[in-house]
């Protein structure tokens, strides 16, 4: 198993631009959730899903939307993007039901530069 | 804003000593998690003790929990320099949610 995967790795955008990372799980987990971490802090909880389809905000959306077109998969969009959304993004998901876990599974991050 | 507070902020220890962190909580949850997160890299978690438990263990972990004071604390015993990492805890309440507090930056020095 991979894991929780997120794809980029890195990328710099420029004011304006948009974009999409993507986060991808292949451990059947029914919830999944965007973070950011900026320098000294800890996680702030920007969107996430309890279902496919079923999308809701978390402490810090604005500037943010996400999709959940696929159970696997957790898209995160930045529409027109700010100097303030440089960060690192992480994802994470989890399983739910009986015995369930609490645990979160996190992704390996994606380091966002806006100029 | 967090729900966590954690202390110290950054703690520089030889090896062979203990660590500990503490964290500080403002509502009322259903555990309390700690997560490991090295430099550059994504977290990893540690361990979980639900609102009714009050002590855990796993290997060189213990970790203590008291809803009284809202308040926990991780020890890593005979620490490693494999242990020098950034250690945060989280909170969940309701709606499947971790709130994570602001980390304490751990340093084992050789």
């Known amino acids: 198993n991979a894991g929780v995967t997120q794809t980029p790795k890195f990328r710099v955008l420029k004011t304006g631009q948009s974009m999409t990372l993507l986060c991808a799980q292949d451990?059947?987990?029914?919830?999944m959730y965007w973070y950011r971490q900026d320098p000294g802090m800890g996680l702030r909880l920007i969107h996430y899903?309890?279902?496919?389809?079923?999308?809701a905000k978390g402490e810090v959306p604005d500037g943010y939307n996400v999709s959940r077109l696929k159970k696997q998969n957790f898209l995160l969009g930045l529409e027109s993007a700010a100097p303030s959304q440089t960060s690192v993004y992480f994802c994470?998901?989890?399983?739910?039901?009986?015995?369930?876990?609490?645990?979160?599974?996190f992704g390996p991050g994606t380091r966002l530069l806006v100029l | 804003s967090q729900q966590g507070e954690e202390d110290p902020q950054a703690l520089s220890i030889q090896e062979g000593e203990n660590a500990t962190m503490n964290c500080s909580y403002k509502?009322?949850?259903?555990?309390l998690q700690w997560y490991r997160q090295n430099s550059g890299r994504g977290l990893v978690h540690l361990i979980l003790?639900?609102?009714?438990?009050r002590e855990k263990h796993s290997g060189r972990l213990r970790v203590t929990l008291d809803t009284s004071k809202k308040s926990s604390s991780l020890l890593i015993t005979a620490s490693r320099a494999a242990d020098t990492a950034s250690y945060f805890c989280?909170?969940?309440?309701?709606?499947?949610?971790?709130?994570f507090g602001q980390g304490t930056r751990l340093t084992i020095n050789p």
């Open positions: 994470a998901s989890r399983s739910v039901g009986q015995g369930r876990q609490e645990t979160q599974y």
């Open positions: 509502t009322s949850i259903n555990n």
């Open positions: 451990m059947n987990h029914e919830y």
């Open positions: 003790i639900r609102s009714n438990e």
């Open positions: 989280a909170t969940e309440g309701g709606a499947q949610k971790l709130v």
């Open positions: 899903s309890v279902g496919e389809g079923t999308t």
